[in-house]
């Protein structure tokens, strides 16, 4: 694999290898095999991959949380050095290669993006359209390939490529999980050992809340997951919406769905200081 730091290595990149548009996965770092489960994807679809790891300053909302994100860059290209090929190659550039210039740019996503992480994270969405927008142009994939635990992510993206990049197919992957059950993140590597030991318990609400569909209403399941991520100590749920793929409406009443589409349960909360997301396909029996 080869390690690339500006545009213009890339461009080189493509001249001297003659392969074009490969799948890309854009990752912040701080990887784990989540990440390389995206990876393992590209190369069974595409004959060159291309990674890769930047983290997005105009995505965080808040400075201490882009401060303390987790930086492994060394750590990093090990990993990725025992799954990517000689055509293969990692994108690492600095923030002033991203943004020569202040990104002033503004992404209207309706109501996308003004329900769950948007009500949350206000101006997120907006800074990942703009990050991915400038890895697309210099990239320039066939496929790009993310994970299903950013769901709402992954649904503003698939707009963002419908609307600007239509030559990209966004690819879906499942979400990795520890043995427990909890959904592989780089934030996961920041809890504290005693809310580590609890996280397991996030999922377990999720495929219990998942299973109530049948017997009970949203408010009740809503009630149901406040109260058993609340009774955990330090957790504290932050949201919990049952909502339409596509669309990303909420639910209100088991009334309002149909067994034709499909609905997930997206979670968010607080274990001890590190925020936490997750989701899980909500179907009608």
Aim: charge should be negative.
């Amino acid at each position: 694999m080869k390690v690339l730091t500006t545009a213009k290595e890339v461009r080189e990149h493509y001249r001297i290898s003659v392969l074009r548009n490969p799948g890309f996965v854009p990752t912040m770092g701080a990887l784990h095999e989540g990440h390389l489960s995206l990876v393992a994807r590209a190369a069974e679809r595409c004959r060159m991959v291309a990674v890769s790891i930047f983290v997005n300053p105009t995505q965080f909302n808040d400075p201490q949380d882009l401060l303390k994100y987790p930086r492994t860059l060394d750590a990093d290209l090990e990993m990725l050095s025992g799954h990517l090929r000689e055509n293969d190659f990692v994108f690492v550039p600095s923030v002033e290669e991203i943004y020569p210039e202040p990104d002033t740019r503004r992404f209207d996503f309706g109501e996308l993006e003004r329900v769950m992480e948007g009500v949350h994270r206000p101006g997120h969405f907006n800074g990942v359209a703009q990050v991915v927008s400038r890895l697309f142009d210099i990239i320039r994939p066939s496929y790009a390939f993310f994970g299903q635990k950013d769901f709402q992510q992954l649904t503003i993206i698939r707009e963002l490529a419908r609307r600007d990049y239509p030559k990209v197919e966004i690819i879906a992957c499942p979400i990795v999980r520890e043995h427990d059950g909890l959904a592989m993140s780089s934030r996961n590597r920041r809890l504290l050992t005693q809310h580590r030991e609890k996280a397991g318990e996030i999922y377990r609400t999720l495929i219990a809340a998942a299973a109530m569909i049948s017997d009970y209403e949203i408010n009740e399941i809503r009630e149901f997951v406040a109260d058993r991520i609340n009774m955990i100590p330090d957790f504290r749920l932050e949201y919990f919406e049952i909502v339409e793929e596509g669309t990303l409406k909420p639910v209100h009443s088991v009334i309002e769905m149909s067994p034709e589409k499909k609905y997930f349960g997206c979670i968010a909360l607080w274990a001890g200081e590190i925020r936490l997301i997750d989701n899980i396909e909500i179907g009608l029996r």
